[in-house]
Each structure stands twice: as C-alpha cells, then as structure tokens.
C-alpha cells in the first residue's frame, strides 16, 4: 500500500489535503476549501485529475468548493448526509462504512461534536487519518452542534488508534493551541514541544500532521479526565487570550 499525501496552506488558516493512491493513480482531496487552489495544486504536482471529494462536515470552508470541483473534473462527491443542505453530494457515508480511492481503502468514523454529522477517514494500512476538526495538534474543534459528552466520546474513539497514526488536520492552530496547553500543564517536557511548535510557525513551518502518540502526551482535551473535565477544558479555551 502506499498513499500519498500533499498538505498546503489555503484561505485564511486552512490546509488543502490531496492524497493520492500509488498503484491506481485516483486523486482526492478531503474537503474543499478553495477549489482552484485544489486544482493548481493538482497540475502542479503531475497527479492528472481529482476523482474524488472526501467531505468531513457542513461548514463553508470545508465544501465551498464542491460545485466548481464537480463542474470541472466530474469528481464523486461522498460525506456526510448534512453536506447536502449546503453543497453538491453524490453519496452518503456514514460510521462503519468504507470509500475505496483505488488500492486504498478508508475506514469512515463518526466524530460528533463540531458539528453532529462530523466524520473522518482513515486508511488503516497506511497509517494515516484526516481528521478534519474533530482534533487538531494540541486541541479540538468547537462545539458548534454537538455536545462535551459527544465530543469526548469522538475524541476517546480517535486516540484509540495506533499511537504511530498521522494526524491531518484542516486548519493551522497549533501555535494559539500550545499557548493554552501551557496555561494547564507546566511540564518541562510540555514546553519543550511548545517551543518548538513556536520555532516551526517562525520559520514558516507547517505543523500538520501530528500524531496520535503525540497528541495523547500533549493534547489537554485528550488528556482530561472524563467527559466533565473535558467539557470544562473547551469551556476555558473559548474563553482563553493568552
């Protein structure tokens, strides 16, 4: 198996993912926040064409670009049920299921909290999930629609998964993440990563993907106690200027 991923920078503070299966050459991008930089980035890595639209959820700058995607290269269209009162959609997934993008195979998993029909994709194979904004590097997704209890249950079910699994997550939030990590959690080896994550952004660096071992040593919504602590955690973060 080999599937290969391409992360760039679009919009404000979203990442465009394109990923691309080795042994067929099918194209898809999770989400589509902006689809003439989706299609820029198409011609110029050589992968041909987009096959495939991989919706996580609802929001505008995650599905903003179905139409013109669809108008343009005749891509399939597949997410959650409540893509549809917003953008084009040609199937519907939901948890449990699975989206072939040729060789590879992509485990869907419900993740309600963001918003109620949040999913995620995963090729287990390979070691690598796009996890849309369920969980970010050092955070979590608001709760525009789902619950703490929801959003702690998603969240248990994501660090479940192999600690080695790659994060990719839709936005860059890292630096503002790790400045409330630091305000619950002075461990010197949490501002080690903090600083780091600090230099990265700097020089310009990317800090998507993470990962799951990663995220579960330094994550504080991953590292509340219950789905109470939880719930009192992202209740500070929205609150949080530091």
Not at 52 to 73: S, V
């Amino acid at each position: 198996m080999a599937l290969h991923v391409h992360l760039f920078p679009c919009l404000n503070d979203n990442y465009g993912l394109l990923v691309r299966d080795a042994a067929s050459g099918r194209v898809a991008t999770i989400d589509t926040p902006a689809a003439d930089a989706i299609l820029s980035e198409i011609e110029r890595l050589g992968w041909g064409t987009l096959d495939l639209i991989l919706n996580t959820h609802w929001h505008a700058d995650h599905t903003g670009g179905n139409a013109a995607l669809k108008a343009r290269t005749g891509c399939e269209i597949v997410g959650p049920a409540e893509v549809g009162r917003v953008a084009p959609l040609d199937r519907i997934v939901g948890d449990g299921d699975a989206v072939e993008l040729g060789q590879t195979l992509l485990q869907v998993t419900a993740t309600p909290g963001h918003t109620l029909g949040h999913l995620v994709y995963r090729s287990v194979a390979d070691g690598e999930a796009f996890v849309g904004d369920t969980l970010f590097a050092l955070g979590c997704g608001r709760l525009f629609e789902g619950t703490p209890q929801q959003m702690w249950g998603s969240l248990q079910a994501l660090a479940a998964w192999p600690p080695e699994t790659r994060v990719w997550c839709a936005h860059e939030y890292t630096a503002a993440n790790a400045r409330f990590a630091l305000s619950l959690d002075d461990r010197p080896e949490m501002r080690a990563h903090a600083e780091a994550i600090f230099a990265a952004r700097t020089r310009g660096e990317a800090t998507v993907p993470t990962t799951i071992g990663v995220e579960r040593a330094y994550n504080p919504f991953l590292r509340a106690k219950d789905a109470a602590d939880f719930a009192v955690r992202r209740a500070a973060k929205d609150d949080f200027r530091g």
